[in-house]
């Protein structure tokens, strides 16, 4: 949790939930269903290891094809040309929908299976693609990574998918997490060795060394903290957290971790998620996009793209659709700004007539709304936000 005398740095901003004990507090029922309450699930090192699970789960293989959206982030490719399949990528209509008058006109065979995103965590309505699908016998991967909670025409969130993965990353204080998991279909527990001693003793320390930079343990933290910067000077390292990957371009970057997609998650990170799974992150959540979008209403040259949020969901992040937006995005790049935006293709993502996808890529910037937020920073983010559009005009 960020203090009010550092939020007016925009730099100091977590980007994803940290750990504090403000994190254990609160009610434990959970307003929304969870992808976490499927009745068969399995926790994995991220999501992009519970995408190349759902494949094997749905006997994805060399030769088959894999229905991919454009707008997309690399994550979720990469799992699908680990497996040796071939990503076939589809337009997204202005609703984020798959646009599935483009799918239906489309020679499918050899497609084994879609991945269809519930994007910034705003639940899609997924019964036409789920009847285009079943339609197709194309299996289904609901890709959560953004929805953790929430409910999509009447069903639980994860529940219209063949199977479903989340990224826990994105919703509670752990640095590593994801789940696969299925309404129907059984999934594996994983086959690969538990995380050795010294793991678990480093996993614990990275959160806490976390919590306390934002100050979320009390009273130890300040002495904590202090410790923590001495040995980072010792060791001459930098702390790097889940909240601080967004830096690296895409050749250095590896999006996916071969020896991790079969090992389980740490003890730390299960005890974490079993312990922060709280009413307050929907709620907050819920709280800060609402909030967030009352401050950025009257931008000039950029929108809110769901200025209403839907009942039934927790968001991920706060969609701002945004007008002049390689200036804006680097400009707010530069301030410290934890935002981010999806403009590293997969390589040959096509441009297809009528797709919003690409638009997406280059004009939607992903502003954090999570938990731990507090007004002071949202109204930094806000502030800093409307400073660089009165910068770059539209
Ligand atoms: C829509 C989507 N799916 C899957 C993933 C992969 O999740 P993880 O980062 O936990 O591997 C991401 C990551 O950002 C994502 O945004």
Redesign the pocket.
């Known amino acids: 949790m960020s203090s009010s005398s550092d939020a007016l740095v925009a730099g100091s901003i977590p980007r994803l939930p940290t750990f504090g004990w403000h994190a254990l507090r609160h009610s434990r029922r959970l307003p929304l269903p969870t992808v976490l309450d499927l009745p068969h699930r399995t926790l994995t090192t991220?999501?992009?290891?519970a995408?190349v699970l759902a494949l094997r789960v749905l006997q994805v293989g060399p030769g088959d094809k894999v229905l991919v959206p454009t707008y997309?982030?690399p994550?979720?490719i990469a799992p699908v040309t680990a497996c040796g399949a071939t990503p076939v990528f589809f337009p997204i209509t202005p609703s984020g929908d798959a646009d599935i008058a483009w799918l239906e006109r489309q020679d499918t065979r050899g497609v084994k299976a879609i991945v269809a995103?519930h994007y910034f965590g705003l639940p899609l309505h997924f019964a036409p693609l789920r009847a285009f699908c079943d339609a197709r016998g194309i299996a289904m991967i609901e890709?959560c990574?953004?929805a953790l909670f929430g409910e999509c025409d009447g069903r639980p969130i994860g529940a219209w998918g063949d199977v479903a993965?989340a990224?826990l990353?994105?919703f509670l204080p752990v640095q590593e997490c994801?789940v696969l998991a299925s309404r129907v279909l059984p999934v594996p527990a994983l086959a690969g060795a538990s995380r050795s001693f010294a793991h678990e003793v480093k996993s614990g320390i990275d959160m806490l060394e976390i919590g306390c930079r934002h100050g979320g343990l009390p009273p130890f933290g300040a002495l904590l903290d202090g410790l923590f910067s001495l040995k980072r000077r010792l060791r001459r390292t930098q702390l790097t957290t889940a909240t601080e990957t967004i830096e690296a371009p895409p050749e250095d970057t590896q999006w996916l971790d071969a020896a991790l997609i079969d090992t389980p998650p740490t003890t730390v990170s299960r005890w974490c998620i079993r312990a922060s799974l709280r009413a307050a992150v929907i709620e907050r959540r819920r709280a800060n996009y609402q909030r967030l979008s009352a401050l950025l209403a009257d931008l000039p040259g950029a929108a809110p793209l769901v200025p209403d949020l839907p009942a039934g969901c927790a968001p991920y992040v706060f969609p701002l659709l945004s007008e002049r937006a390689d200036e804006r995005y680097r400009a707010l790049r530069a301030s410290g700004l934890p935002l981010f935006r999806w403009d590293w293709l997969w390589p040959d993502t096509p441009h297809i007539p009528g797709d919003h996808g690409n638009l997406w890529s280059k004009q939607v910037f992903q502003l954090p709304c999570h938990q731990d937020l507090r007004d002071a920073d949202l109204q930094c983010i806000a502030a800093t936000v409307r400073q660089v559009c009165q910068t770059w005009p539209a």
């Not at 991220?46 to 290891?49: H, I, L, N, P, T």
């Open positions: 991220s999501g992009r290891a995408i997309h982030c994550t979720m995103v890709d990574a953004h993965i990224s990353t994105k994801g």
